[in-house]
C-alpha cells in the first residue's frame, strides 16, 4: 500500500475483482451442494466456508471500497449460473479451471495460506470430477470418437468426392452411404471393444468356488497369502488378511456374523476392495449403451458436413460451406473436451480444427487430382 495506508486505484481495481470471483465461487459451490448429499454436499459446503474467509480478507482490505458490490466476470456468473441449473459434471469441470489461478501466488495483498487453498481446492474439485468423470467416461468416450469420426471422416469423403466436380446428387449419395456404413461400423466396433474388455477385466475376478476351499486350507501354510500377494499386497498386508479371515472362520457358529461369511469379494486385494463395488467396469461403460451412443453420435457428426448440399448449395459453395459448418461444430466438440477433462478449451478445440481439417484437406487436394473424368 502507499503511505497512511491508503490503497491505489490499481490495488482498488484487482481487490474488487478478487472479491467479485470469489463471491460467485462461494455461491456455485453453495448451487452445487444443494444439489448433491451426503459426503459430496458436505465437501460442497466446506469449499463455500473457505471461499468465505477469501471474500472477508478482501472486504476487510478495500474497507469503505467495497461497496457498491463488484460485479464478476462473465464467466463467474456463467458457472454460478449452470451450477444451480445444472450441476453436473460440466460446471465441476468449470470449477477446476476457476480454482487453477495462479495469480494469489505472486499477489503479495494475498496470503500464502490463501493461495495454498486456491491449489487445494482445485485438487478437492478435481476429486470430485473425477466420481463424475468415471460415471461417464465410457459412453462419453463412444460419443466425443463418434461424433469426431463423423465430421472428419463424412466431411472428407464429401469434399474428395466434391472436388471431382459430380453432380450434386452424387456428391449427397455419397455422403448417406459413408453416414449409415461409419455409423454402423462404428457402433459395431464399440460393442465389441467394450464387450472384449469387459471379459478380460471380469476374468481378473475372483473365482466364485473360491472361498468354499479357503475353510479347508492349513492355516499354517501361506496359500491364501500368496494370493493376496498375488493380487497386488505387500507380504505383511497379505499375512494380516489371511490372518482375519482364517479368524472370522474359526469363531463358534453363535459368533458368525455376515462379516464372517468368506465372498468372492474377500480375496480382493486391499486396494481391490476398497474400491466401490458398484463403480465396477465404470469407466468401460456397457457395451449396448456405447454402441447406441457411438451410432447415435457418428450419424449426427456425419450429416453435419451433409447439410449445406441437402438444402442445394453444390460445387465450391457447398464444400466452403460444408468446411465451415464443419469446423464449428469440431471446435464445440474439442472445447467440450478439454473443459471435461479440466485443460484450457480453446487449445483442445484448435487441436480438433487442424486435425480434421487436415484430413479433409488431404481427401479434397486428391479428388482436384483425379477430377471427375479420372473417376
Given at each position: 500500500?502507499t503511505?497512511?495506508?491508503?490503497?491505489?486505484?490499481?490495488?482498488?481495481?484487482?481487490?474488487?475483482?478478487?472479491?467479485?470471483?470469489?463471491?460467485?465461487?462461494?455461491?456455485?459451490?453453495?448451487?452445487?451442494?444443494?444439489?448433491?448429499?451426503?459426503?459430496?454436499?458436505?465437501?460442497?459446503?466446506?469449499?463455500?466456508?473457505?471461499?468465505?474467509?477469501?471474500?472477508?480478507?478482501?472486504?476487510?482490505?478495500?474497507?469503505?471500497?467495497?461497496?457498491?458490490?463488484?460485479?464478476?466476470?462473465?464467466?463467474?456468473?456463467?458457472?454460478?449460473?449452470?451450477?444451480?441449473?445444472?450441476?453436473?459434471?460440466?460446471?465441476?469441470?468449470?470449477?477446476?479451471?476457476?480454482?487453477?489461478?495462479?495469480?494469489?501466488?505472486?499477489?503479495?495483498?494475498?496470503?500464502?495460506?490463501?493461495?495454498?487453498?486456491?491449489?487445494?481446492?482445485?485438487?478437492?474439485?478435481?476429486?470430485?470430477?473425477?466420481?463424475?468423470?468415471?460415471?461417464?467416461?465410457?459412453?462419453?468416450?463412444?460419443?466425443?470418437?463418434?461424433?469426431?469420426?463423423?465430421?472428419?471422416?463424412?466431411?472428407?469423403?464429401?469434399?474428395?468426392?466434391?472436388?471431382?466436380?459430380?453432380?450434386?446428387?452424387?456428391?449427397?449419395?455419397?455422403?448417406v452411404a459413408?453416414?449409415?456404413?461409419?455409423?454402423?461400423?462404428?457402433?459395431?466396433?464399440?460393442y465389441?471393444?467394450?464387450?472384449?474388455?469387459?471379459?478380460?477385466?471380469?476374468?481378473?475376478?475372483?473365482?466364485?468356488?473360491?472361498?468354499?476351499?479357503?475353510?479347508?486350507?492349513?492355516?499354517?501354510?501361506?496359500e491364501?497369502?500368496?494370493?493376496?500377494?498375488?493380487?497386488?499386497?505387500?507380504?505383511?498386508?497379505?499375512?494380516?488378511?489371511?490372518?482375519?479371515?482364517?479368524e472370522?472362520?474359526?469363531?463358534?457358529?453363535?459368533?458368525?456374523?455376515?462379516s464372517?461369511?468368506?465372498?468372492?469379494?474377500?480375496?480382493?486385494?486391499?486396494?481391490?476392495?476398497?474400491?466401490?463395488?458398484?463403480?465396477?467396469?465404470?469407466?468401460?461403460?456397457?457395451?449396448?449403451?456405447?454402441?447406441?451412443?457411438?451410432?447415435?453420435?457418428?450419424?449426427?457428426?456425419?450429416?453435419?458436413?451433409?447439410?449445406?448440399?441437402?438444402?442445394?448449395?453444390?460445387?465450391?459453395?457447398?464444400?466452403?460451406?460444408?468446411?465451415?459448418?464443419?469446423?464449428?461444430?469440431?471446435?464445440f466438440?474439442?472445447?467440450?473436451?478439454?473443459?471435461?477433462?479440466?485443460?484450457?478449451?480453446?487449445?483442445?478445440?484448435?487441436?480438433?480444427?487442424?486435425?480434421?481439417?487436415?484430413?479433409?484437406?488431404?481427401?479434397?487436394?486428391?479428388?482436384?487430382?483425379?477430377?471427375?473424368?479420372?473417376?
Amino acid at each position: 500500500m502507499t503511505s497512511g495506508n491508503q490503497p491505489t486505484e490499481e490495488q482498488i481495481k484487482r481487490w474488487r475483482k478478487y472479491l467479485a470471483d470469489e463471491q460467485m465461487e462461494r455461491q456455485t459451490y453453495l448451487n452445487l451442494a444443494q444439489r448433491r448429499t451426503g459426503e459430496e454436499a458436505a465437501i460442497l459446503q466446506a469449499l463455500a466456508d473457505a471461499e468465505t474467509r477469501h471474500i472477508e480478507h478482501w472486504t476487510s482490505l478495500l474497507g469503505e471500497h467495497a461497496h457498491p458490490a463488484p460485479k464478476p466476470t462473465l464467466y463467474s456468473r456463467i458457472l454460478a449460473r449452470f451450477a444451480a441449473t445444472f450441476g453436473s459434471i460440466f460446471i465441476l469441470a468449470l470449477a477446476q479451471r476457476a480454482e487453477q489461478r495462479q495469480s494469489y501466488d505472486v499477489d503479495q495483498d494475498a496470503t500464502a495460506a490463501m493461495a495454498a487453498d486456491e491449489h487445494i481446492h482445485g485438487e478437492v474439485v478435481r476429486g470430485l470430477a473425477a466420481r463424475s468423470r468415471a460415471r461417464i467416461a465410457g459412453t462419453f468416450r463412444a460419443a466425443v470418437f463418434g461424433a469426431n469420426d463423423g465430421l472428419v471422416s463424412n466431411l472428407a469423403l464429401i469434399l474428395g468426392i466434391a472436388a471431382t466436380g459430380v453432380p450434386n446428387s452424387m456428391v449427397i449419395t455419397t455422403g448417406v452411404a459413408g453416414l449409415l456404413a461409419g455409423a454402423l461400423s462404428m457402433a459395431a466396433g464399440e460393442y465389441i471393444s467394450v464387450t472384449s474388455q469387459r471379459e478380460l477385466l471380469e476374468a481378473s475376478d475372483p473365482s466364485t468356488d473360491a472361498p468354499v476351499q479357503v475353510s479347508k486350507l492349513n492355516v499354517q501354510q501361506n496359500e491364501l497369502e500368496l494370493v493376496f500377494r498375488a493380487r497386488g499386497d505387500t507380504a505383511e498386508e497379505s499375512r494380516e488378511h489371511a490372518r482375519i479371515i482364517f479368524e472370522a472362520l474359526n469363531r463358534p457358529a453363535s459368533e458368525m456374523t455376515t462379516s464372517s461369511i468368506i465372498t468372492p469379494r474377500s480375496l480382493l486385494s486391499s486396494k481391490e476392495r476398497h474400491r466401490d463395488p458398484s463403480e465396477s467396469h465404470a469407466e468401460i461403460g456397457h457395451p449396448w449403451g456405447a454402441a447406441a451412443s457411438s451410432f447415435l453420435f457418428f450419424a449426427i457428426g456425419a450429416l453435419v458436413p451433409l447439410l449445406p448440399f441437402l438444402f442445394g448449395a453444390s460445387g465450391n459453395l457447398g464444400i466452403l460451406l460444408s468446411a465451415i459448418v464443419v469446423g464449428v461444430v469440431l471446435m464445440f466438440t474439442g472445447g467440450v473436451v478439454g473443459l471435461l477433462s479440466g485443460k484450457p478449451p480453446v487449445r483442445r478445440a484448435f487441436r480438433q480444427l487442424f486435425i480434421g481439417y487436415g484430413a479433409a484437406a488431404v481427401t479434397y487436394t486428391l479428388g482436384l487430382l483425379f477430377g471427375a473424368n479420372g473417376i
